[in-house]
């Protein structure tokens, strides 16, 4: 039972442009959500998270936005890199009582010079 | 680098084998979780455990298990190998049961 979604398995971009990636879940017990980049051949890095208590966060070129009544979340990068070509993954927890992340099955982003 | 190391990086065996993976968290980290991402597919979580305690089970099958040692390194068998067990098996680690985990390069196995 996937527990959270991404419809998109890829994405092209055009290098400065924006990319916005998607991600929904289906458990309302999830209250803290996160996105990790990861490169071939190496492990998953921690991007960005955001807690069910706020509707965004910012860091950099990334921001979270979530939207709790519609059980949904993007993430947006502006603007999009060369370096940023990778697989993205959103996770979620459902927190104080439960710390195992589920994962979605990844969007490949890639940015075109 | 996340701090988290995993060893084996590759592991190639046979079916009906035994093989233990091994992880080592950041330092100062007390919670160490196991997942399991099988051909383009997200990461499955399998195990946690935290100070040397099991803390929580995902869908971690009764071929595998784990255990977390007093130094908090952790070490996760598969027995009995089948050929579905070909995965990058990742290695997680935090500071508390806490949100944030930070992940190990991943030990890729093969089962032939």
């Known amino acids: 039972d996937q527990q959270v979604k991404q419809n998109s398995p890829s994405l092209s971009v055009q290098e400065g442009r924006i990319s916005i990636l998607n991600c929904d879940y289906t458990?309302?017990?999830?209250?803290?959500f996160l996105w990790y980049k990861k490169y071939p051949a190496e492990g998953p890095t921690f991007l960005i998270s955001i807690s069910s208590i706020k509707d965004k966060n910012e860091d950099g070129r990334f921001t979270v936005f979530l939207n709790k009544s519609a059980k949904h979340l993007s993430l947006h990068i502006v603007p999009s890199q060369p370096g940023d070509s990778a697989v993205y993954f959103c996770?979620?927890?459902?927190?104080?009582?439960?710390?195992?992340?589920?994962f979605g099955a990844g969007t490949t982003v890639t940015v075109r010079a | 680098d996340s701090g988290v190391t995993q060893t084996p990086k590759h592991l190639i065996t046979a079916t009906g084998q035994r093989v233990t993976l091994r992880c080592s968290p950041r330092?100062?980290?007390?919670?160490v979780y196991w997942y399991q991402q099988s051909l383009d597919q997200g990461l499955q979580f399998l195990i946690q455990y935290y100070n040397g305690e099991e803390r929580a089970k995902g869908n971690i099958l009764e071929r595998f298990s784990a255990q977390q040692f007093p130094d908090l390194h952790s070490e996760l068998n598969l027995s009995s190998l089948e050929l579905g067990d070909s995965a990058l098996y990742f290695c997680?680690?935090?500071?508390?049961?806490?949100?944030?985990?930070?992940f190990g390069p991943g030990t890729r196995l093969t089962v032939l």
């Open positions: 458990n309302s017990m999830f209250d803290y």
């Open positions: 997680a680690s935090s500071v508390g049961s806490g949100n944030e985990q930070f």
């Open positions: 996770a979620a927890s459902a927190g104080s009582n439960d710390y195992k992340l589920s």
């Open positions: 330092s100062g980290d007390l919670s």
